[in-house]
């Protein structure tokens, strides 16, 4: 788990370009096949950029809900290894930013940062 910590206008950003790509994929089935098969260029696409232009630090996956829900798994940890704060905050009822992680990452996913 990574403990970077982000700024609102980091966190803005991101939710900015998850709804560009999530509401271009609604109504551009091309580039919604795009997003199936090749997210980095339809992201790269979606920012005017040639992909060679888009790091690809990041990997970002794009699934189609093809049941009543789609379930993401959580990263696989290590049992033997010691917690972080956040984790042992969020076991101890403290607040878990899963959203926020992804949708920053997203953002930088699509920044280059």
Known sequence: MH???F???DIQQGQDLLQKVLARSATDRTFREKLLSDSHSAIAELLGKDPAQ?????RVVFVENKA???IV?????NTDAELSNQ????VAGGFFMIPVMTIVSLSVYLLGE
């Open 87 to 90: 984790e042992l905050e969020a």
């Open 3 to 5: 403990s970077q910590q």
């Open 73 to 77: 798994l959580p990263d696989a940890v």
């Open 54 to 58: 888009v790091p690809q630090k990041h």
């Open 7 to 9: 700024s609102e206008t």
């Open 68 to 70: 009543k829900a789609t």
